[in-house]
């Protein structure tokens, strides 16, 4: 009775995995439980919420040749294919994350994505055109009073805190003008002490375990190599954008160490996405890559013009032949074969034991 009960259970469980075709390939124990993975930041991890917003082109990738490698169709995420989140799911034998602003969304079992492009830790980091970091944590608030409502405060409960956490955000902060107003060291600590607040309400409804990165090294990006049109906001020069990105991750590596301390039961697990990308940039043949520093989508010096598909203010661009041959698809945002490397990276450093419960 209990072996067919496991039986139909299996069933069940692998009938709601349309998109995974390696769930409960090969395992011959039982299936473990799964944690659910919750996103939150930028345009590294939006999967299409910027879709449903009003905001302007700038912040959204809802055409061609955005998802050209592996969706074959614009999704709304920020690369050729996939991202960090979408692998990471995929490792830890999750579906597909739902945007939170998908319509008819309502089952949240598996988690949800609340990233958008363009959004930062502090709330006037493009003000208007994005959800930043604060109206993120109110939509998780909100879903986890949903599955309260459905699960009942133990089974939810339960959720949450096995849940995983996943976050990139920051990179949008110290290109914003605000930055170029205030010292280093009091602008980095306002976006670190936004993005502890986000720890802090998470852990206060149940969540234990968080995913974060790194800043990219965003002064060696395609965008900041060239000269921008005219018109753009100006924002830090690329110097000081290395010396913001920087000092934040050294503040960041600090706080997690004390927050490990100061918060019974907190676990986090960070990927060093500013050594890892730096890395392939510098030297791109060394991870089987062609190129490093020029975007394969986009216009002008290095292809950093933020053009890609032509519905922004500059129409023109160039396309290259084979995404998989670079490490940035436009001038921002790295390849899938990038993020997939970086997932795997992850992954197998310690992320995995985040998501055993
Ligand atoms: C969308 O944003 C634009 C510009 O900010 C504004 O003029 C317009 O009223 C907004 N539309 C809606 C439906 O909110
Ligand atoms: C910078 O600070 C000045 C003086 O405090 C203020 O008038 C200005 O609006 C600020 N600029 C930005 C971009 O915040
Ligand atoms: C969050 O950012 C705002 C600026 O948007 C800043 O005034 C505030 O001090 C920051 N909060 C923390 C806890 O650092
Ligand atoms: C694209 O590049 C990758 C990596 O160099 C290679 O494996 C693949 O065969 C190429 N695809 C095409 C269609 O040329």
């Known amino acids: 009775m ?33 944690a659910a993975l919750f996103v939150f930041g930028d345009s590294l991890y939006d999967a299409g919420n910027n879709n449903y917003i009003n905001t302007t082109t700038d912040f959204q990738a809802s055409w061609f040749p955005y998802g050209e490698t592996f969706f074959r169709y614009p999704t709304g995420r920020f690369s050729d294919g996939r991202t960090i989140p979408d692998f990471i799911a995929e490792y830890a034998k999750l579906p597909f994350i739902p945007v939170y602003l998908q319509p008819g969304l309502k089952d949240y079992t598996y988690g949800v994505n609340f990233a958008s492009g363009g959004a930062g830790a502090l709330v006037e980091t493009y003000q208007g055109s994005v959800m930043d970091l604060k109206t993120q944590v109110s939509q998780f608030k909100k879903v986890e009073k949903q599955l309260r409502q459905k699960l009942g405060d133990a089974e939810a409960y339960t959720l949450v805190s096995e849940a995983v956490y996943i976050i990139n955000i920051g990179n949008n902060d110290y290109v914003s ?8 060291k009091e602008y980095v600590g306002w976006v670190i002490g936004n993005l502890t607040s986000w720890i802090e309400d ?24 060239t000269t921008q049109p005219a018109g753009s906001t100006a924002g830090p020069s690329r110097k000081e954008v290395a010396a913001l990105v920087k000092l934040h991750n050294r ?6 160490l004390k927050l490990t301390k100061e918060l019974q039961g907190f676990k986090y ?4 996405l500013y050594t890892y990308l730096r890395e392939r940039i510098n030297h791109p043949l060394k991870y089987g890559f ?9 216009s002008g010096a290095y292809r950093g013009i933020y ?22 698809f436009d001038c921002a945002h790295p390849t899938e074969r990038v993020n997939k490397q970086l997932s795997k990276l992850w992954w197998s450093n310690n992320l ?4 055993e419960v």
Request: charged share 20%; glycine share 8%.
């Open 2 to 34: 209990a072996a067919i009960r496991f039986q139909i259970y299996i069933l069940a469980f692998c009938a709601g995995l349309v998109i995974q075709s390696s769930c409960c390939n090969g395992h011959s124990g039982p299936q473990k439980k799964r």
């Open 251 to 256: 503040v960041l590596a600090k706080v997690l």
């Open 202 to 225: 998470i852990y206060q409804k149940g969540g234990r375990k968080f995913a974060l990165s790194s800043l990219a090294p965003f002064a060696s990006m395609p965008l900041m190599r």
């Open 352 to 355: 995995k034991e985040l998501f």
């Open 177 to 184: 003008p605000l930055a170029t107003n205030t010292s280093h």
């Open 269 to 272: 697990s960070k990927l060093n």
């Open 290 to 298: 062609k190129e490093g520093k020029m975007a394969c989508c986009g």
């Open 307 to 328: 053009s890609c598909g032509g519905k922004r203010s500059v129409t023109e661009y160039l396309l290259c032949d084979n995404a998989t041959e670079f490490v940035f």
